[in-house]
């Protein structure tokens, strides 16, 4: 049987207001379960940080774009869960508290509630702000027993072996995009230690790599230069350097900035 995370939730419901009329008449029975899935990244607490793992791979509900964590739940029912990758559950039940070694838990989390006893296979992927599913971070599996009236906890780790590098741009001197005619700015990224070699094409007036970072990239040291260019794509500036940038597995690189002026735009010849 094959069910929407609606129609568990309507259940809830349901099964509470069923549960008050037979405590009610002097008894009560439990005959569901609830699971709560918590998740971190490469074995270590979860950063407090807005600089978090979830934005190496740009699935974090604070990046731009943002994107989703995606449960899903096979087992004596079947449904699929989504909720920001960097979710801090506040339906955590209370007593979940109190198995946690740490205080408030340095996790990612969702709570799943109201669910028929039994062995259940967890899926835990990423998507992203499109639906997408993300081929990185490779989605982990696992498989969870619910008890009839207990409360299931599944620890998921997931392993990010890869980094994300942003650039900036901008222009001193009063100047602008719209100002020197640039409609693109090209940028360049290159792996000094055999890491990645890829050149992107952002939007000018953006300012910044963030609407699709430089991600996945192997750690490593990378060398950065940005050039503009006119609507036609003609260059403005040729390449002009940014400098360097180390990439770390599961951390987003320390920002690489470039300025250019009138001398870098021709203006001053």
């Known amino acids: 049987m094959r069910a929407t995370w609606s129609q568990v939730r309507k259940s809830v419901v349901v099964m509470a207001l069923t549960s008050a009329a037979i405590a009610a008449g002097g008894c009560e029975i439990v005959d569901r379960g609830d699971l709560v899935v918590t998740w971190r990244f490469n074995d270590q607490p979860v950063s407090r940080s807005t600089d978090d793992v979830c934005a190496v791979f740009n699935a974090s509900g604070r990046s731009t774009p943002s994107g989703l964590a995606r449960i899903e739940v096979t087992g004596p029912t079947h449904f699929v869960d989504f909720v920001v990758c960097d979710n801090r ?5 209370l007593g979940f508290y109190k198995d946690m070694t740490e205080a408030p838990p340095y996790v990612y989390a969702v709570s799943l509630f ?14 992203d702000h499109n639906g997408r599913d993300l081929e990185h971070p490779v989605p982990v599996e696992s498989s969870v027993k619910v008890h009839r009236g207990g409360r299931a906890r599944l620890d998921v780790n997931v392993e990010v072996p890869f980094g994300r590098a942003d650039v900036t741009w901008n222009f001193s001197g009063g100047l602008d995009c719209a100002g020197v005619g640039a409609k693109t700015a090209e940028v360049h990224v290159v792996g000094q230690g055999g890491g990645e070699d890829e050149t992107r094409g952002f939007d000018c ?61 021709g203006l001053n010849h």
């Open 205 to 265: 007036a953006a300012g910044s790599s963030d609407a699709t970072p430089f991600t996945p990239l192997t750690p490593d040291t990378y060398q950065v230069s940005v050039r503009l260019l006119d609507a036609s794509g003609g260059d403005l500036t040729g390449w002009k350097d940014a400098g360097s940038t180390t990439v770390e597995a599961g951390i987003t690189a320390e920002s690489v900035a470039v300025s250019f002026d009138a001398t870098d735009v």
């Open 114 to 127: 109201d669910l028929t006893p039994g062995t259940y296979q967890v899926r835990l992927s990423f998507v």
């Open 89 to 93: 559950d506040v339906e955590y039940p």
